[in-house]
Structure formats: structure tokens, C-alpha cells
T-cell receptor, first 114, second 111 residues
Framework: GAVVSQHPSWVICKSGTSVKIECRSLDFQATTMFWYRQFPKQSLMLMATSNEGSKATYEQGVEKDKFLINHASLTLSTLTVTSAHPEDSSFYIC??????????FGPGTRLTVT | GENVEQHPSTLSVQEGDSAVIKCTYSDSASNYFPWYKQELGKRPQLIIDIRSNVGEKKDQRIAVTLNKTAKHFSLHITETQPEDSAVYFCAALNNFNKFYFGSGTKLNVKP
């Protein structure tokens, strides 16, 4: 099946710094990638939809200036958490779609802001 | 937007018994309904899916049913095994090509 990678798998950063997370589709081209956030024991919350070559669309309540998304190519999307704070600590998961319906998830990135 | 509700939040069954998880959705235009299994600290894995033009789909011990009129769909796991223990999420794909997830069901299969 399709493979999606994410890097880094975990990161610890200090409050006020920025962190970049990469999402790559390894064996297919993804015109659309999604970014989710998951708190412990909770569901996946869609943050934004990333389309190659265009601006990301953000879900209501997600600060676009804080969570910068760039979909530079058909195989790479990045999420940058700017001026991170402890409340941004979470599990961030990306997914990519190669066809109309199915999506494939990356392994996730655990962000801890101290 | 779409609203997906999932029940129960926790489910405990004896090994060999069946487990049923139910979801409802609000957007009648949603047309694809996948189910995911997520083990602790890992990514969600697609286990079965169903499209709106089908009422039921089965894959070995796992089946999904869809009632478009009532806007609900269910996951059925028969002959449960301890390795089925995990958190299961339902999801719905709306007409804006976005996935919305249910709140999850923690399934515990007791040996």
C-alpha cells in the first residue's frame, strides 16, 4: 500500500520557538494532504487541508498564522508551529490521498513544548 | 460542516464474542465511510471502508453496514481476539473532500 512518512517522530522544544514537521508521500503523488491534531485519548481533529501549489484551507478555530502549512510539491507538505507554547503540545498526524477516497496516514509527530 | 458521533466510547467483550460500534453522521452528501484501528502511539490503520452506493461490506471477521436513510453506519467484529484490542475510529468524507472522525471507541477483548 501507499506509504507516508513524517519527520521528526518526536520533538521537544522550548516555549517561543518554532518547529517544522515534514510529511512525505514516498511512493505516490499526493495532490491533497491533511494535517490532524490528536490529544491523548481523543479523536483526530482536522486542522487544515493542504493542496499542492495553493494555499492551505484551515478549519474553523485553527490559527493560520500559528500553524503554517506549505505544500511545496506533490510529495511534501510541511507544518510549522510558530512561537510554540505548552498548550501546543500534542500528537500531529498528516495524511495523504492518492485517489478520490482513501487516505494514508503518516506515523505522527509527538510535540512537547517546555 | 459534518458531525460524526460514535458509540460506545468503551467496549469490553470476552474473547470470541462479537463487538459492534455505531456511528451517525449529519451531512447527507457524505459518500465514503472508513473505519480505522489505532494502537497506542501509532498511526490509524484503515481496516474496512464502505461507499454510499453499498449497504454492506465484509472482510473475514470484519463487516460494515451503512443505512443512508438513517445516516448511520456500524462496524461489526466477530470472533474477537485479544489482538483486536485498540481504539477504533469511524470517519465520513463529505462533499468538500474532508474527513471527519468520530470520537473513538476503546475496545478491550478479554482473554
Amino acid at each position: 500500500g501507499a506509504v507516508v512518512s513524517q519527520h521528526p517522530s518526536w520533538v521537544i522544544c522550548k516555549s517561543g520557538t518554532s518547529v517544522k514537521i515534514e510529511c512525505r508521500s514516498l511512493d505516490f503523488q499526493a495532490t491533497t494532504m491533511f494535517w490532524y491534531r490528536q490529544f491523548p485519548k481523543q479523536s483526530l481533529m482536522l486542522m487544515a487541508t493542504s493542496n499542492e501549489g495553493s494555499k492551505a484551507t484551515y478549519e474553523q478555530g485553527v490559527e493560520k498564522d500559528k500553524f503554517l502549512i506549505n505544500h511545496a510539491s506533490l510529495t511534501l507538505s510541511t507544518l510549522t508551529v510558530t512561537s510554540a507554547h505548552p498548550e501546543d503540545s500534542s500528537f500531529y498526524i498528516c495524511s495523504a490521498r492518492d485517489r478520490v477516497y482513501e487516505q494514508y496516514f503518516g506515523p505522527g509527530t509527538r510535540l512537547t513544548v517546555t | 460542516g459534518e458531525n460524526v458521533e460514535q458509540h460506545p466510547s468503551t467496549l469490553s467483550v470476552q474473547e470470541g464474542d462479537s463487538a459492534v460500534i455505531k456511528c451517525t453522521y449529519s451531512d447527507s452528501a457524505s459518500n465514503y465511510f472508513p473505519w480505522y484501528k489505532q494502537e497506542l502511539g501509532k498511526r490509524p490503520q484503515l481496516i474496512i471502508d464502505i461507499r454510499s452506493n453499498v449497504g454492506e461490506k465484509k472482510d473475514q471477521r470484519i463487516a460494515v453496514t451503512l443505512n443512508k436513510t438513517a445516516k448511520h453506519f456500524s462496524l461489526h467484529i466477530t470472533e474477537t481476539q485479544p489482538e483486536d484490542s485498540a481504539v477504533y475510529f469511524c470517519a465520513a468524507l463529505n462533499n468538500f473532500n474532508k474527513f471527519y472522525f468520530g470520537s473513538g471507541t476503546k475496545l478491550n477483548v478479554k482473554p
